[in-house]
């Protein structure tokens, strides 16, 4: 198994702050082919080999992400466009 952290400083209100985690999900799940929901702030993702969460705080964002073994040999490359896709969105 291998995992991914990220967390990424904002400055948005609540619902601004959602609507780029959701833009964030929406781009993991077309290009990584996961489901998502929402349970209250934590926003929940997985396929087969890969699960993880996107927990929404008053200043920052924290994702976490659990590779199986399969997607873990792709670690770096999920690693960079997910921490870029966090960068642009909650500037």
Known sequence: MADISITQQHQLGADA??????????????EYGLQCRWEGDVLRFE???????LALGESQA??????????GAFRSTIEAKV?????????
Do not use: C, H, N, P
Not at 17 to 30: C, I, M, S, T, Y
Not at 62 to 71: C, K, S, T
């Open 47 to 53: 396929r087969s080999g890969v699960e993880g969460t």
């Open 17 to 30: 702050a959602r609507a780029a985690a959701q833009k964030v999900a929406d781009k993991l799940a077309g």
């Open 83 to 91: 921490a870029e896709s966090m960068r642009k969105v909650f500037a």
């Open 62 to 71: 924290a994702l976490r992400i659990r590779l199986g073994m399969l997607m």
